[in-house]
Nanobody, 126 residues
Framework: QVQLVESGGGLVQTGGSLRLSCAAS????????IGWFRQAPGQEREFVAA????????DYADSVKGRFTISRDSAKNTVYLQMNSLKPEDTAVYYC???????????????????WGQGTQVTVSS
């Protein structure tokens, strides 16, 4: 079991930045792939970024490549999502999620993740 708590959301103007945090507690943090998803009103939850438990290069949705950066601080059991050059279409509730331990499948779908945080609202004004 792992518990996830997001923080760092808020209201920002177009072109601004925010850093989201996802603090994990419970079992060893390093065995989980951590993903960030977002859900806008009336839309499905969509993949944003992921950092595999194996390490290596993180993965991003095309819509955020070059603007968002996911990173993991294992000493703090925390994953961050640095969001730069924000656009109004980035407005959504952002969720972090953890895979089952040692997960080796695709992580682009929300169904691949077993544990979820409560979400944090990000609003980008035009």
């Amino acid at each position: 079991q792992v518990q996830l708590v997001e923080s760092g959301g808020g209201l920002v103007q177009t072109g601004g930045s925010l850093r989201l945090s996802c603090a994990a507690s419970g079992r060893a943090f390093g065995v989980y792939t951590i993903g960030w998803f977002r859900q806008a009103p009336g839309q499905e939850r969509e993949f944003v970024a992921a950092h595999s438990w194996r390490g290596g290069r993180p993965d991003y949705a095309d819509s955020v490549k070059g603007r968002f950066t996911i990173s993991r601080d294992s000493a703090k059991n925390t994953v961050y999502l640095q969001m730069n050059s924000l656009k109004p279409e980035d407005t959504a509730v952002y969720y972090c999620a953890a895979s089952p331990p040692y997960y080796s499948g695709s992580y682009y779908s929300a169904t691949s993740f077993a544990y979820w945080g409560q979400g944090t609202q990000v609003t980008v004004s035009s």
